[in-house]
């Protein structure tokens, strides 16, 4: 089983910048696919960004060239960088765990989430 902390929300005005953390538990980090999700109040959960074990990263449309995803193995940990946010970024931002085989069912994991805000 895997536990997925994530941290670095907190409350910024828009234009700002910030940058998430997420950090895996368990042995299997480096050979899963991470992503990151958000869901506003009243909305629901969508995918913001993905990177896969070998480093191919996938945004939606709504925060690409702003957002950007990356992860360092060694520290069992994925990041999303946040730049000239919007009010509309504002949800909570959680962390997602992808493992796929082609022997076994797919194993996922989910992080609590981590309250992103953007407000004048």
């Known amino acids: 089983q895997v536990q997925l902390v994530e941290s670095g929300g907190d409350l910024v005005q828009p234009g700002g910048s910030l940058r998430l953390s997420c950090v895996a538990s368990g042995s299997i980090f480096s050979i899963s696919t991470m992503s990151w999700y958000r869901q506003a109040p009243g909305k629901q959960r969508e995918l913001v960004a993905t990177i896969t074990t070998s480093g191919n990263t996938n945004y939606a449309d709504s925060v690409k060239g702003r957002f950007t995803i990356s992860r360092d193995n060694a520290k069992s940990t994925v990041y999303l960088q946040m730049n000239s946010l919007k009010p509309e970024d504002t949800a909570v931002y959680y962390c997602?765990?992808?493992?796929?085989?082609?022997?076994?069912?797919?194993?996922?994991?989910w992080g609590q989430g981590t309250q992103v805000s953007v407000s004048s």
């Open positions: 997602n765990l992808e493992r796929r085989s082609a022997f076994s069912r797919t194993y996922t994991s």
